[in-house]
């Protein structure tokens, strides 16, 4: 780049100072290696501006347990903790701009409604809450728009995406008009308590759900009737909707691993993300619904691809604890992570970006290097070191001490097909393992 | 006698159509007897032991009565004819049993009687009782009829009852009630409706009933659960399909090389002045003060053909002043459209000579006012020259008069004979030359200044020009093919030879700079040609050194296939170690570079010493006694192992016959005699040590005489200098084969590169060639221009800061399937087949 002909800055002088260059292969020899130092500096340079971590939102006063976007202000946070306290936060000042004991005992769920005037939160003390966006005037009471008292503890809470309605989830799945008291509909398949439910954002009548008897179920709002059951290993803890696919969800597992599943093919997962050490509590998608961002009690978050079965991020710091909620930003630019001890941090998605408004020659080779990066991304030191993450200590014995069990598990599976009957044993793929049954 | 046979006559004619009828009137007679007994049975019962009595009887025998026709067998069928048996026969009734029997074999029974028929039928019966050979139990059973209707009359009201009764306890199928019970007994509708009297309406009934009964029993509700699954899997069916409808975006979404979010843009309005205007409303005090003043001199937003005001003077203007300007206007507009038409006639003129002379007054009439200008008003004057100017760049750009055109041609063809002919080419040529002749202002200034600048310029500048830059041929400018040769020598003289263009090109004005540019171009890639086909020793040392560094690209060249573990590996390496700084990168991508390297290092030291001194050895004359005695020592080495081992070779599929002394002997001066001139074991030496040679890594000359100091002929750049630029290359590692006398290893690999290098096909590809080439298509701005630049690195993902980007809807696939046409970005990307097809001049290929 800078070997061109350089314009002092902006693209009108650059013009003024355009000259005219020949092309000819012969006058630039050494293409390749000379893109290939390129890129090889690029990914060095990726890894050393690298500082994702933005900013550590504290006020709470217990573990941040659930977390809503605002879903018309980029700089609106809510945030809901296990001591009942909501907080709304602006991310530009960095700081809470309102507070509400909303519940007694955890809020265990809310949710922003879409115009984004008011929100819903469900807590502890089995009753649903729908509170205004705004604070109250002066000399006005905090106080809810409505309360709806139910007869049991609310474990989740979701909005429909267009319409007043939304939907609660605990012994059962309710669907509510927001006018009503009483459920439009309730939805059950089995007995058990159900830890969260989630309107598709694309084909908005239907609903996902997952119970802790292990399975995750799939609802039809319109026709009021769940519609299929998929059963894992282990319990799920929560799932979410692809935003721009409207058939894949993602699941966050017990098992460390999260499942992206397409909803009309349920026998086997599409995808089986793993990385983590430890149960996964959150997972939230990229509004450009590429990637997908997941929380988990290993202390850390991970970012993946859709279509990857590794991480391609991994976030933690020195004080962060489990991490029970986590957000990915409606403008694809920042996630934010609720954790144990009482803090919401805010993090890039794009840990070597620079924010701000960028020139466009700057742009331009930042363009130039991403697409370098690519075509180089398989050379073994550019692969190595654009691979080159730190960890904690924990993380990555843990890590180790998992592959190492993989690979028995792995070493022995091949030694039992070895000694039985061929075709007795049959290979079954990662995918399908965690797939108990299927129930229609 | 007559009346006798005509009475006998009619007698037969009437029991013949007794008969006849009687035919017709079983099922009627039929119906009519069992009529009978019903009711006697009713009326028996009234009394109350009857019916009793009765259903014993059918439970004991076993023959078929009229009195309780039963249908509880399965294949069992009513036939009249067993109903007519308890009959006692009569002649009568006998030929009416025959008749039956006939019926019987025929299929379908017809209708009952009408009304008026079965009255017939009657009064005929009444006729045969009359008869004096008719049976007495016809007779009789019609009394008992009678009797018997007259008993019911007399019963009067309690009918219904009874028959309800009995219904119950009997097995025939009544429409008063109905009874499923037994065991394969089956209630069969049609039967229902025997009992109503046919009427045409519902015989289309039973049909359909018929048509009914062959259809299958409507089975058992499901129980709750099930049915509740059964509702499900519908659900899910349709949601699914329903949901199928996105597939088609969603993949197009996932191959599309550039996505765009928000995928709602906002459309971009220009609103017009007026509305900006209207709805602005002047506020603060001095925006009014502004405001009103425009609106006193009526200033228009908008441009219509006249202002406010110039339409109020148009309105003001008297009739005589109105009638005046029409007339100017009038004029004005007649004088146009006549030299309008001058002008169109004299452009159809054809004569050229006409044209010839017009545009030569014209050229002269410009001529004088450029003159006239020069003195008057010099700022026109230079517009004007920029004019010419401009004419010239045209003139130079066109083909014009430069003895190219048809005409010109056909000229130059008559020039032989025709004095005319050549005069009009010289002509045209003069012209070319002074129109494409720089006007130039004479000015003083200038001028000085102008060769001031020549003054300047060092002669070196023009001269001097190491021939070994000819990668740039840009530097070159006119070469003579002298110079082609590189070289010391040749440099030295090259200015002498440089100066032969120049003079040349002092000699021939003619050749215009086209011709020149072609010239040289031509030049250069005789240049490049010549290099190519025969590299100078410089030439080649460089080419030698080029694989060398060349590693990062051969790393691309040389793919491993070998591997064939494709697991998925983690996409980070997690580690405890945190690295912060571009050196400590560099140390990390050095990591496995070093582990890689170490086994080999100790092999090397004491491997190095010998290798760079027969390195030196090469260039310097042999001078120490060690490196020749280490050479030496090598060659012999070598040489011994190859001659004892040939002796030594035992091969054990040859005959052993062979082996024997004489024959032995034989053979082996036969194969000496045909291999004499073949001394394979020198060729395979000398091969090797010219294989060893080779790899060795050569020295690089980098001097440049002249530079820094004094040079010309004769003059010789210092000793200093001379080993200051003589660059010695690092050894490359040891020879595999270096312990292997009788094997020559190829060292192509390079394994100082295969650190660097991709020992596996990614995923994408399907081989290693489309893998290359989408290495060796550069991406940057200095290989490509700056629009091919700008789609190469068109990111996948654009978002706009500061957008909220909403899940699609299917409002934005609408939307998105009528404009992919303007949004559909081009986004060249480097898939391997566009690489392959955007790729197509030959390039150097890296191995």
């Given at each position: 780049?800078?070997?061109?002909?350089?314009?002092?800055?902006?693209?009108?002088?650059?013009?003024?100072?355009?000259?005219?260059?020949?092309?000819?292969?012969?006058?630039?020899?050494?293409?390749?290696?000379?893109?290939?130092?390129?890129?090889?500096?690029?990914?060095?340079?990726?890894?050393?501006?690298?500082?994702?971590?933005?900013?550590?939102?504290?006020?709470?006063?217990?573990g941040?347990?659930?977390?809503?976007?605002?879903?018309?202000?980029?700089?609106?946070?809510l945030?809901?903790?296990?001591?009942?306290?909501?907080?709304?936060?602006?991310?530009?000042?960095?700081?809470?701009?309102?507070?509400?004991?909303?519940?007694?005992?955890?809020?265990r769920?809310?949710?922003?409604r879409?115009?984004?005037?008011s929100?819903?939160?469900?807590?502890?003390?089995?009753?649903?809450?729908?509170?205004?966006?705004?604070?109250?005037?002066?000399?006005?009471?905090?106080?809810?728009?409505?309360?709806?008292?139910?007869?049991?503890?609310?474990?989740?809470i979701d909005h429909?995406?267009?319409?007043?309605?939304?939907?609660?989830?605990?012994?059962?799945?309710?669907?509510?008009?927001?006018?009503?008291?009483?459920?439009?509909?309730?939805?059950t398949?089995?007995?058990?308590?159900?830890?969260?439910?989630?309107f598709?954002?694309?084909?908005?009548?239907?609903?996902?759900?997952?119970?802790?008897?292990?399975n995750?179920?799939?609802?039809?709002?319109?026709?009021?009737t769940?519609?299929?059951?998929?059963?894992?290993?282990?319990?799920?803890?929560?799932?979410?909707?692809?935003?721009?696919?409207?058939f894949?969800?993602?699941?966050?597992?017990?098992?460390?691993?999260?499942y992206?599943?397409?909803?009309?093919?349920?026998?086997?997962?599409?995808?089986?993300?793993?990385?983590h050490?430890?149960?996964?509590?959150?997972?939230?998608?990229?509004?450009?619904?590429?990637?997908?961002?997941?929380?988990s009690?290993?202390?850390?978050?991970?970012?993946?691809?859709?279509?990857?079965?590794?991480?391609?991020?991994?976030?933690?710091?020195?004080?962060?604890?489990?991490?029970?909620?986590?957000?990915?930003?409606?403008d694809?630019?920042y996630?934010?992570?609720?954790?144990?001890?009482?803090?919401?941090?805010?993090w890039?998605?794009?840990?070597?970006?620079?924010?701000?408004?960028l020139?466009?020659?700057?742009?331009a080779?930042?363009?130039?290097?991403?697409?370098?990066?690519?075509?180089?991304?398989?050379?073994p030191?550019?692969?190595?070191?654009?691979?080159?993450?730190?960890?904690?200590?924990?993380?990555?014995?843990?890590?180790?001490?998992?592959?190492?069990?993989?690979?028995?598990?792995?070493?022995?599976?091949?030694?039992?097909?070895?000694?039985?009957?061929?075709?007795?044993?049959?290979?079954?793929?990662?995918?399908?393992?965690?797939?108990?049954?299927?129930?229609? | 006698?007559?009346?006798?046979?005509?009475?006998?006559?009619?007698?037969?004619?009437?029991?013949?159509?007794?008969?006849?009828?009687?035919?017709?009137?079983?099922?009627?007679?039929?119906?009519v007897?069992?009529?009978?007994?019903?009711?006697?049975?009713?009326?028996?019962?009234?009394?109350?032991?009857?019916?009793?009595?009765?259903?014993?009887?059918?439970e004991?025998?076993?023959?078929?009565?009229?009195?309780g026709?039963?249908?509880?067998?399965?294949?069992?069928?009513?036939?009249?004819?067993?109903l007519?048996?308890?009959?006692?026969?009569?002649?009568?009734?006998?030929?009416?049993?025959k008749?039956?029997?006939r019926?019987?074999?025929?299929?379908?029974?017809?209708?009952?009687?009408s009304?008026?028929?079965?009255?017939?039928v009657?009064?005929?019966?009444?006729?045969?009782?009359?008869?004096?050979?008719?049976?007495?139990?016809?007779?009789?059973?019609?009394?008992?009829?009678?009797?018997?209707?007259?008993?019911?009359?007399s019963?009067?009201?309690?009918?219904?009852?009874?028959?309800?009764?009995?219904?119950?306890?009997?097995?025939?199928?009544?429409?008063?009630?109905?009874?499923?019970?037994?065991?394969?007994?089956?209630?069969?509708?049609?039967?229902?409706?025997?009992?109503?009297?046919a009427?045409?309406?519902l015989?289309?009934?039973?049909?359909?009933?018929?048509?009914?009964?062959?259809?299958?029993?409507?089975?058992?509700?499901?129980?709750?659960?099930?049915?509740?699954?059964?509702?499900?899997?519908?659900?899910?069916?349709?949601?699914?399909?329903?949901?199928?409808?996105?597939?088609?975006?969603?993949?197009?979404?996932?191959?599309?090389?550039?996505?765009?979010?928000?995928?709602?843009?906002?459309?971009?309005?220009?609103?017009?002045?007026?509305?900006?205007?209207?709805?602005?409303?002047?506020?603060?005090?001095?925006?009014?003060?502004?405001?009103?003043?425009?609106?006193k001199?009526?200033?228009?937003t908008?441009d219509?053909?006249?202002?406010?005001?110039?339409?109020?003077?148009?309105?003001?203007?008297?009739?005589?002043?109105?009638?005046?300007?029409?007339?100017?206007?009038?004029?004005?507009?007649?004088?146009q459209?006549y030299?309008?038409a001058?002008?169109?006639?004299?452009?159809?003129?054809?004569?050229?000579k006409?044209?010839?002379?017009?545009?030569?007054?014209?050229?002269?009439?410009?001529?004088?006012?450029?003159?006239a200008?020069?003195?008057?008003?010099?700022?026109?004057?230079?517009?004007?020259?920029?004019?010419?100017?401009?004419?010239?760049?045209?003139?130079?750009?066109s083909?014009?008069?430069?003895n190219?055109?048809?005409?010109?041609?056909?000229?130059?063809?008559?020039?032989?004979?025709?004095?005319?002919?050549r005069?009009?080419?010289?002509?045209?040529?003069?012209k070319?030359?002074?129109?494409t002749?720089?006007?130039?202002?004479?000015?003083?200034?200038?001028?000085?200044?102008?060769?001031?600048?020549?003054?300047?310029?060092?002669?070196?500048?023009?001269?001097?020009?190491?021939?070994r830059?000819?990668?740039?041929?840009?530097?070159?400018?006119?070469?003579?093919?002298?110079?082609?040769?590189?070289?010391?020598?040749e440099?030295l003289?090259?200015?002498?030879?440089?100066?032969?263009?120049?003079?040349?090109?002092?000699?021939?004005?003619?050749?215009?700079?086209?011709?020149?540019?072609?010239?040289?171009?031509?030049?250069?890639?005789?240049?490049?040609?010549?290099?190519?086909?025969?590299?100078?020793?410089?030439?080649?040392?460089?080419?030698?050194?080029?694989?060398e560094?060349?590693?990062?690209?051969?790393?691309?060249?040389?793919?491993?296939m070998?591997?064939?573990q494709?697991?998925?590996?983690?996409?980070?390496?997690?580690?405890?170690?945190?690295?912060?700084?571009?050196?400590?990168?560099d140390?990390?991508?050095?990591?496995?570079?070093?582990?890689?390297?170490?086994?080999?290092?100790?092999?090397?030291?004491?491997?190095?010493?010998?290798?760079?001194?027969?390195?030196?050895?090469?260039?310097?004359?042999?001078?120490?006694?060690?490196?020749?005695?280490?050479?030496?020592?090598?060659?012999?080495?070598?040489?011994?192992?190859?001659?004892g081992?040939?002796?030594?070779?035992?091969?054990?599929?040859l005959?052993?016959?062979?082996?024997?002394?004489?024959?032995?002997?034989?053979?082996?001066?036969?194969?000496?005699?045909?291999?004499?001139?073949?001394?394979?074991?020198?060729?395979?030496?000398?091969?090797?040590?010219?294989v060893?040679?080779?790899?060795?890594?050569?020295?690089?000359?980098?001097?440049?005489?002249?530079w820094?100091?004094?040079?010309?002929?004769?003059?010789?750049?210092?000793?200093?200098?001379?080993?200051?630029?003589?660059?010695?290359q690092?050894?490359?590692p040891?020879?595999?084969?270096?312990?292997?006398?009788?094997?020559?290893?190829?060292?192509?690999?390079?394994?100082?590169?295969?650190?660097?290098?991709?020992?596996?096909?990614?995923?994408?590809?399907?081989?290693h060639?489309?893998?290359?080439?989408?290495?060796?298509?550069?991406?940057?701005?200095?290989?490509?221009?700056?629009?091919?630049f700008?789609?190469?690195?068109?990111?996948?993902?654009?978002?706009?800061?500061?957008?909220?980007?909403?899940?699609?809807?299917?409002?934005?696939?609408?939307?998105?399937?009528?404009?992919?046409?303007?949004?559909?970005?081009?986004?060249?990307?480097?898939?391997?087949?566009?690489?392959?097809?955007?790729?197509?001049?030959?390039?150097k290929?890296?191995?």
């Amino acid at each position: 780049m800078a070997s061109t002909a350089s314009p002092p800055s902006g693209t009108v002088v650059a013009a003024a100072y355009c000259v005219p260059r020949n092309y000819d292969p012969a006058l630039h020899p050494f293409e390749v290696p000379r893109e290939y130092v390129r890129a090889l500096n690029a990914t060095k340079l990726e890894r050393v501006f690298a500082k994702p971590f933005l900013a550590s939102l504290d006020g709470h006063r217990d573990g941040v347990n659930c977390m809503a976007k605002h879903p018309k202000s980029l700089s609106t946070v809510l945030s809901g903790a296990c001591d009942g306290e909501v907080k709304i936060w602006n991310l530009t000042k960095r700081q809470c701009i309102r507070t509400i004991q909303a519940h007694e005992g955890f809020v265990r769920g809310m949710c922003a409604r879409f115009c984004g005037t008011s929100f819903f939160t469900v807590g502890d003390d089995k009753t649903v809450k729908h509170w205004k966006m705004d604070g109250p005037g002066y000399g006005e009471e905090e106080e809810p728009i409505h309360t709806i008292l139910g007869k049991t503890v609310y474990t989740g809470i979701d909005h429909h995406w267009k319409e007043a309605i939304f939907a609660t989830c605990g012994h059962q799945v309710d669907i509510w008009d927001e006018q009503r008291t009483s459920p439009i509909c309730s939805l059950t398949w089995g007995v058990d308590s159900i830890s969260s439910v989630k309107f598709n954002p694309i084909e908005t009548y239907l609903l996902g759900s997952c119970a802790s008897d292990r399975n995750i179920v799939l609802y039809d709002m319109r026709q009021s009737t769940p519609l299929k059951k998929v059963i894992l290993d282990m319990r799920t803890n929560t799932l979410c909707w692809n935003p721009m696919e409207a058939f894949i969800f993602t699941a966050a597992n017990e098992d460390y691993n999260l499942y992206t599943f397409d909803m009309r093919f349920l026998e086997t997962p599409v995808m089986v993300h793993m990385d983590h050490v430890s149960a996964v509590l959150d997972v939230d998608y990229s509004p450009t619904g590429k990637e997908f961002v997941s929380a988990s009690f290993d202390k850390s978050i991970r970012i993946f691809p859709v279509d990857k079965g590794h991480s391609r991020e991994v976030y933690h710091t020195k004080r962060m604890q489990h991490v029970i909620s986590v957000k990915w930003s409606f403008d694809n630019k920042y996630i934010l992570c609720g954790s144990d001890e009482m803090n919401i941090r805010l993090w890039k998605a794009n840990a070597s970006e620079k924010l701000g408004v960028l020139a466009p020659r700057e742009k331009a080779a930042m363009n130039y290097n991403q697409k370098l990066k690519e075509k180089f991304q398989h050379h073994p030191q550019i692969k190595r070191i654009a691979r080159h993450r730190h960890l904690p200590k924990a993380i990555y014995s843990q890590a180790k001490e998992q592959r190492i069990m993989r690979e028995a598990r792995r070493r022995k599976d091949l030694n039992r097909r070895k000694h039985s009957k061929p075709g007795s044993l049959p290979f079954v793929s990662e995918k399908k393992k965690h797939v108990v049954a299927v129930v229609k | 006698m007559s009346s006798a046979i005509s009475n006998l006559f009619t007698s037969t004619l009437l029991l013949m159509l007794v008969y006849s009828v009687f035919i017709q009137v079983m099922k009627g007679a039929y119906d009519v007897e069992r009529r009978h007994r019903q009711l006697l049975e009713a009326v028996s019962s009234l009394a109350g032991r009857n019916r009793r009595k009765l259903t014993e009887r059918t439970e004991a025998s076993a023959q078929v009565s009229e009195f309780g026709v039963s249908c509880e067998g399965a294949g069992e069928k009513l036939i009249l004819s067993d109903l007519l048996g308890p009959i006692k026969a009569s002649s009568l009734l006998g030929t009416v049993k025959k008749q039956l029997n006939r019926v019987k074999q025929k299929k379908a029974v017809e209708l009952p009687l009408s009304k008026r028929e079965a009255q017939r039928v009657t009064s005929v019966l009444a006729a045969l009782t009359t008869f004096p050979s008719v049976h007495q139990g016809a007779y009789d059973v019609e009394r008992r009829h009678r009797q018997l209707l007259e008993a019911v009359s007399s019963l009067a009201g309690r009918n219904r009852r009874k028959l309800t009764e009995r219904t119950e306890a009997s097995a025939q199928v009544s429409e008063f009630g109905v009874s499923c019970e037994g065991a394969g007994e089956k209630l069969i509708l049609s039967d229902l409706l025997g009992p109503i009297k046919a009427s045409s309406l519902l015989g289309t009934v039973k049909k359909q009933l018929n048509r009914v009964k062959q259809k299958k029993a409507v089975e058992l509700p499901l129980s709750k659960r099930e049915a509740q699954r059964v509702v499900r899997e519908a659900a899910y069916d349709k949601t699914s399909k329903a949901i199928t409808k996105w597939d088609q975006v969603v993949l197009q979404n996932r191959r599309a090389e550039q996505l765009v979010f928000p995928l709602k843009q906002e459309q971009l309005t220009v609103a017009s002045i007026e509305e900006r205007v209207t709805s602005w409303q002047a506020r603060t005090p001095l925006e009014q003060e502004i405001f009103s003043l425009l609106h006193k001199t009526r200033q228009l937003t908008t441009d219509p053909l006249l202002t406010l005001q110039e339409e109020a003077s148009l309105q003001a203007m008297s009739l005589e002043e109105a009638q005046q300007r029409r007339a100017e206007l009038q004029k004005a507009r007649a004088l146009q459209s006549y030299y309008e038409a001058k002008a169109r006639r004299e452009k159809k003129i054809k004569s050229k000579k006409f044209h010839r002379v017009l545009q030569k007054n014209k050229r002269r009439e410009a001529l004088k006012e450029f003159e006239a200008l020069k003195k008057s008003n010099p700022e026109a004057a230079l517009l004007k020259l920029d004019e010419m100017e401009k004419a010239r760049i045209k003139e130079r750009m066109s083909l014009k008069h430069q003895n190219k055109g048809k005409w010109a041609r056909s000229r130059a063809i008559m020039g032989k004979y025709d004095l005319e002919a050549r005069r009009a080419m010289q002509e045209q040529l003069a012209k070319n030359k002074e129109l494409t002749q720089k006007v130039c202002m004479e000015l003083e200034g200038d001028k000085e200044v102008c060769v001031a600048e020549e003054g300047l310029l060092p002669d070196s500048l023009n001269e001097v020009q190491p021939s070994r830059n000819v990668a740039n041929p840009w530097m070159l400018g006119k070469l003579s093919s002298e110079t082609k040769d590189s070289g010391i020598q040749e440099d030295l003289k090259a200015p002498a030879d440089l100066k032969e263009p120049e003079s040349e090109g002092e000699e021939e004005p003619v050749l215009s700079e086209e011709e020149a540019l072609l010239q040289d171009f031509e030049q250069r890639r005789w240049v490049r040609h010549c290099q190519k086909g025969s590299p100078e020793p410089q030439g080649a040392s460089r080419d030698e050194e080029l694989p060398e560094s060349v590693s990062p690209s051969q790393a691309a060249g040389q793919i491993n296939m070998e591997d064939e573990q494709k697991q998925e590996e983690p996409l980070l390496s997690e580690q405890l170690g945190r690295l912060c700084a571009m050196e400590e990168m560099d140390v990390l991508a050095s990591e496995d570079w070093a582990e890689e390297q170490e086994p080999q290092q100790p092999a090397r030291t004491e491997q190095q010493k010998p290798h760079q001194d027969t390195a030196v050895a090469e260039d310097r004359p042999r001078g120490s006694q060690t490196t020749r005695k280490t050479a030496k020592q090598k060659m012999i080495d070598l040489q011994a192992v190859l001659a004892g081992e040939s002796c030594m070779i035992h091969c054990p599929t040859l005959p052993v016959a062979v082996q024997d002394e004489g024959g032995g002997t034989d053979q082996r001066l036969v194969i000496k005699e045909a291999f004499a001139a073949d001394d394979v074991v020198a060729d395979f030496l000398k091969e090797k040590n010219k294989v060893e040679q080779e790899g060795k890594s050569q020295t690089v000359d980098l001097l440049l005489p002249g530079w820094g100091e004094w040079s010309g002929t004769g003059l010789k750049p210092s000793a200093k200098k001379r080993k200051r630029f003589l660059i010695k290359q690092p050894p490359g590692p040891p020879r595999k084969d270096r312990h292997l006398p009788h094997v020559i290893i190829s060292q192509k690999r390079n394994i100082l590169a295969a650190t660097h290098q991709v020992n596996e096909l990614p995923f994408p590809f399907d081989s290693h060639h489309q893998f290359e080439r989408s290495i060796q298509a550069p991406i940057g701005p200095m290989w490509n221009t700056q629009h091919a630049f700008q789609k190469l690195t068109a990111p996948h993902l654009i978002t706009q800061p500061g957008h909220i980007i909403q899940p699609i809807s299917n409002e934005d696939v609408a939307s998105q399937s009528t404009t992919s046409t303007h949004k559909a970005k081009p986004a060249m990307e480097l898939t391997p087949q566009q690489a392959k097809r955007l790729h197509q001049h030959p390039r150097k290929k890296v191995r």
